[in-house]
């Protein structure tokens, strides 16, 4: 076997390895309403999730194209695949450092943060433009929109049910969550599996496995499909406790509302823009929203300032964490 085919391999392996961890790291992101609200049993909701995680794999690669060519571009041979693995393993450090912790950040940030940090230290060109176009621009109207739908939402519910029974309304809620946790779980798939997708494919396009012109592979959409459902899964109850309860307690109307605004945004993004948001961001926003319409005081602001440092954090941190591991991967392989 060749250096070459070794390090597809590798980094294959290493992309999936990144995919179960953003499976188990972005699990609240689908179910941590639901559950807090005791819509579904955390069983039941992860088993959903993880389910429509697989389906939404399926539904679209816009966003895949824009991970595998629209970021950096990758030398062709063994320097570009150690750029690509130490990319994902920048990633990954800062997926296991805010799970750890307990923090909702991006993993899809984190993705793209290891690609620039890693295309840098190995001075690769990183496209700017498509970095600002589908990366920065979407990271900050994703949790506006976010929170302002999930806020409208809500608004109408109070306004809907009004005059109707809070008890009778809020087990009418508990079985709309079902639904509306299922979305959510459709367009986590949507989103982050593509991102692994994309990775993948970078590598088989610097290995010369694949061109520019060429559709993803069907093993590959299965592989990222399989590992982001079972990361999904395992879990991540860490996360699953700050969104569900640290920032609000919310009830059942406030979680169908987060989750129907953020499924929603989440579609939008990657079908019609092919843009890789955050999943994290766009559903805790969306919390934020839905508990804003209550009363400010309602939402923990001090969680949610925790959170955001996170969000700030994530690209710069992934990307040195990338540049250290490039500089470790290129004097032990090349």
Not at 25 to 31: S, Y
Not at 143 to 172: C, D, E
Request: no cysteine; proline share 4%; hydrophobic share 55%.
């Amino acid at each position: 076997m060749d250096l070459t085919l070794a390090l597809v391999i590798g980094v294959v392996v290493v992309a999936l390895v990144f995919d179960y961890t953003n499976g188990f790291h972005d699990a609240a992101n689908a179910i941590a309403t639901s559950v807090s609200t005791r819509a579904l049993t955390p069983r039941a909701a992860l088993f959903m999730a993880a389910a429509m995680n697989f389906i939404g794999a399926h539904l679209g690669t816009q966003v895949a194209q824009t991970v595998g060519s629209g970021i950096i571009d990758a030398p062709q041979g063994s320097h570009g695949l150690v750029i690509v693995a130490a990319s994902l393993i920048g990633a990954i450090v800062w997926n296991l450092i805010t799970w750890y912790f307990g923090l909702p950040s991006s993993s899809s940030h984190a993705l793209i943060g290891g690609l620039i940090g890693a295309a840098l230290a190995s001075a690769s060109l990183v496209h700017w433009d498509g970095v600002v176009a589908k990366v920065v621009i979407p990271m900050i109207i994703s949790p506006l929109v976010g929170f302002t739908l999930a806020a409208s939402i809500m608004i109408a519910i109070y306004w809907i049910f009004r005059h109707a029974q809070p008890g009778k309304t809020n087990r009418g809620f508990r079985y709309a969550q079902t639904i509306s946790a299922a979305a959510m779980a459709l367009g986590h798939g949507l989103q982050d599996a593509q991102k692994t997708m994309g990775v993948i494919f970078l590598a088989l396009l610097v290995g010369g496995y694949a061109s520019p012109g060429d559709p993803i592979p069907q093993w590959v959409i299965l592989a990222a499909a399989g590992a982001i459902s079972l990361g999904t899964y395992a879990g991540g109850w860490r996360i699953m406790r700050t969104l569900g309860r640290r920032i609000i307690a919310l009830d059942p109307p406030q979680g169908f509302a987060a989750e129907s605004a953020a499924a929603a945004v989440l579609y939008g993004a990657a079908i019609g823009f092919g843009a890789p948001i955050s999943t994290t961001h766009t559903i805790t926003s969306a919390i934020m929203g839905v508990g804003s319409t209550k009363r400010l005081s309602a939402v923990r602001w001090g969680v949610a300032g925790n959170i955001v440092t996170a969000w700030i954090l994530t690209i710069p941190a992934a990307a040195a964490v990338a540049a250290v591991s490039y500089y470790v991967l290129h004097w032990i392989v090349e």
